[in-house]
């Protein structure tokens, strides 16, 4: 009775402080494809709860679908690409990416990384360009009076819109190169001793050479490697602003990050009180399956099916490697389901359909799927993380590798080489997942983890927006560390300071000890003359 | 409609997380005054909750009464100190604190602070060895088979508990001197351009000259300054574990630490994902008062009343002091409830009423309250910040001259010093906070901050303790850097390892470069001779 009263007065409490939720107005900058997709369902949240959700996007938007989303407003302004040539650009680089970056040596790779990044950014920077320099769209939405922006920190302009607006700013962010905004435009610190950087692929756990590598990680990452070319980005930034700033400086405004992961998924590592961990906000449970689909699954009996996808943006797959995953795929006594736009593969058995588009939400959450073959997009593996599903990893580019990385030290994954590999490896990988006890053990081990949270992802993401209206900011949150300059932040002045009072004791000290010594010399001299 | 549905939705996945808590068993090693009474708060709701709590204490405990908490069981363990010597021990070392440490100079009142807690820890270690070493009750515990142990950080013994039972920690901790247990046992950093120490009195906005001080308390706490005796308790533990440990070594094993505080208290700074922020978990709305008191406050009119108390720890006040403090309230149009147990001031005003208790937070909830006058504990400003009461600040030892300086710098206290205040002082202070609004607003938004939060202190405290039962532990959240030696920790081998590759090549350079030179010279030689 008492637990009952307990958890009735908790569940008043708690709708009480949802509740509490004014509505107001969120204006979104948002990004492409998974990012857009992981966006979309927070938008669709405060939708739901009663905000007026407006879009700012540009006309060559690729998934950005204004006729499919109509409860979210879009404010589109023109920009000089078309859809198609954006289209282009982008398959071009990821295609870049994944076929042709050499990975022979350390500098080669991240060299062509950058010139990819840069490509991406001057990009970037003509939309954030097309929007800020436009007059009429600027008065427009400052007109509007917007209660918040909500921007995906991969790419850059929110904060700068913020800052025109006159707004408090939220962050959406997955990951980004070598955690570069999350430290400088965030503050958060990454002690290289066991905090793998984004693109080394390494674990918490590192051995000392590891340890040595993820150290010219944060060094190359620090100071060479460069996301964005910060430059130009600075000094749009300063021009727009009218005053000398940098875009870190900007980004540093932020009240909020939801960073799209969690403990389940990524390594414990240090934060700050403005950052919360909403990865698998998309996630939910599973839906029944289409009829075909459903009754092809349950055609597998006992050995049950795989999932296999390796993302959208993957193209030009040759049939070499089709035919090689195909043959693979032949010989497991499971039934597969891979989604696959290319021409059918030769050898494609008849355990394995092909399909232009899957449900891989709920065919991850079907009781029949034994184990998923994935690309490691980081919204599939949240899927896999929430229903309790082991994986094989083929990374193709970006946060990929790392991702992928990741589920394989937390036990729940095998990794293969897109490139390299053979049926064999493949196959191998495959029987050990599904074969392997331990993998499916440790998928449900981060399933638990992943749902046993005070507040879910997706919730805790709208109370932050919604507090930040609310309250006008979350400045109660923001580390006076923003404020100081980096030889300040790292007490460089401080440590200079007592280092030199060290020095002027010391030396005062000897002074004074010298002079004493002379005078006792003279005085015995002088005492021995008499 | 749809918000209806989101609500009742969002209610269900609460309750279902809530409700997912097993009923379990939990040990509970407390420390005594506004510990245990916020300790208490945790036990209660984990009863009700179902769970079976049994705290574990000694022969002497003062404040944990046995009879009034009939649902919690107590094992009681036979220590040689009576009730009354403790009691005696505790008053009279802090009397000392209170009046006689010299306040001159840094370094003599810290060997006086360090006195007193090397006292403390004594009797601590007393009680530690009492239980650890009492083979019976060692073996009716480890029969007991607990789920979790729920430890005070602040007083040891918790973890070794936990260490010999084999069962996952939980510490619920404010705050440690120089915040040296969160920093060695728990692993948190602390930024001293920022971060201002415990026990330096300092806010997050530092001048230099305060950055230099905040850099000196910095060193002085992690070289010098020892809080407990901790070469006896690394060998203790030693002795107990059968190998070479230390205190912060076995704490390193906690699994949550849920610390007392939040960003409307403490100034916002890095943190780890197994620190949860359940400051003012005790708070709660305020009570009716009882008739007579009510009376005396609707009496106050427009005015309103004051709340004083300078909590329960505070004896032996002098006539002098006592009659400065009664003058200034004589002077107030509001009336006063002053929490005093001793003698009569001579001047005692008529506005003014002495109690020997108070119903501190249903009064700090009364619309009449315009200010409170406190000594800072943790408790009481807590609930001041919950209520939004502007306070008067008089600290008087250990954390609450730290409390009162957070709270002087989130401008809703102004803060007057018990042993040298006038009349005038504590009259102006008063007049402050009651007469500028800005202190009844800051309050408020503090207030504000601390109502709006995801989930309730309380219920968060819960959550994680069922967490760790659930989950036998919570292993995910816990950094790998517990399991690296410090000079790993901080990739000094690392950068001696890249520094020594650095100077090799240098050293291969320059050998190449003189012997190519040499070469070439003996060549040109050579050809001249030739």
Known sequence: MAM????VLLLMQLSGHFSSGTCGKVLVWPTEYSHWMNMKTILDELVQRGHEVTVLTHSASILIDRKQATSIKFEVFPTSLTKSDFEDVIIQLIDKWIYDLPKDTFWSYFSQVQEIMWRFSEIMMKFCKGAVLNKKLMTRLQESKFDVVLADAIAPCGELLAEILKTPLVYSLCLSPGNQYEKHGGGLLFPPSYVPVLMSELSDQMT?????????????????????????WDQFYSEVLGKTTT???TMKKADMWLIRNYWDFDFPRPFLPNFDFVGGLHC??????????EDFVQSSGENGVVVFSLGSMLSNMTEERANVIASALAQIPQKVLWRYD??????????????KWLPQNDLLGHPKTKAFITHGGANG???????????????????????VAHMKAKGAAVRVDFNTMSSTDLLSALRTVINDP????????LSRIHHDQPVKPLDRAVFWIEFVMRHKGAKHLRVAAHDLPWFQYHSLDVLGFLLACVATAIFVIMKCSMCFWWMIATAGKKAKRE
Request: without cysteine; glycine residues 4%; positive net charge.
């Open 247 to 249: 875009l870190y400086e």
């Open 284 to 293: 939910k449970p599973a839906n029944p399956l289409p009829k075909e689909m």
């Open 208 to 232: 000392f050479m590891e340890r040595v590598k993820n150290m010219i990680y944060v060094l190359y990452f620090d100071f060479w490697f460069q996301t964005l070319n910060m430059k130009e």
């Open 342 to 355: 290319g021409k059918k593969p030769d050898i494609l058995g008849p355990n394995t359909r092909l399909y």
């Open 4 to 7: 009952k009263l307990a958890s």
């Open 381 to 403: 593996v949240y899927e896999a993380i929430y229903h309790g599903v082991p994986m094989v990893g083929i990374p193709l580019f970006a946060d990929q590798p790392d991702n």
């Open 438 to 445: 331990m993998y499916k053990e440790n998928a449900m081990k």
